[in-house]
Nanobody, 120 residues
Framework: VQLQASGGGLVQPGGSLRLSCAASGSIFSISDMGWYRQAPGTQRELVAAITSGSIANYARSMKGRFTISRDNAKNTVYLQMGSLKSEDTAVYYC???????????????WGQGTQVTVSS
């Protein structure tokens, strides 16, 4: 199983960016998916999470600026980021709880991370 994140890059303050993360491999079921971020010298923190039924939760500082969504048919989670600030600069990681086979159990997986830099 692999989580492949993409969409990071350099954006100016106030700009927007959309991250994608696709899960591939042997997948029977995916429950929660989410995005975390880690800036240099800080701990990894939750950005947003979404259930299989598309109920979303956001960290307080991201609410209203970021939108998480998912496409269950594509095993993909998205993060639409708007009104970006310099303090949003970080490596963004996707995360998923998924079951590889019908007789297995849910395990937690991380993507490789994608750099988002907000700077003029």
């Amino acid at each position: 199983v692999q989580l492949q994140a993409s969409g990071g890059g350099l954006v100016q303050p106030g700009g927007s960016l959309r991250l994608s993360c696709a899960a591939s491999g042997s997948i029977f079921s995916i429950s929660d998916m989410g995005w975390y971020r880690q800036a240099p010298g800080t701990q990894r923190e939750l950005v947003a999470a979404i259930t299989s039924g598309s109920i979303a939760n956001y960290a307080r500082s991201m609410k209203g600026r970021f939108t998480i969504s998912r496409d269950n048919a594509k095993n993909t989670v998205y993060l639409q980021m708007g009104s970006l600030k310099s303090e949003d600069t970080a490596v963004y990681y996707c995360n998923a709880n998924l079951m590889e086979t019908w007789y297995g159990h849910y395990k937690n997986y991380w993507g490789q991370g994608t750099q988002v830099t907000v700077s003029s």
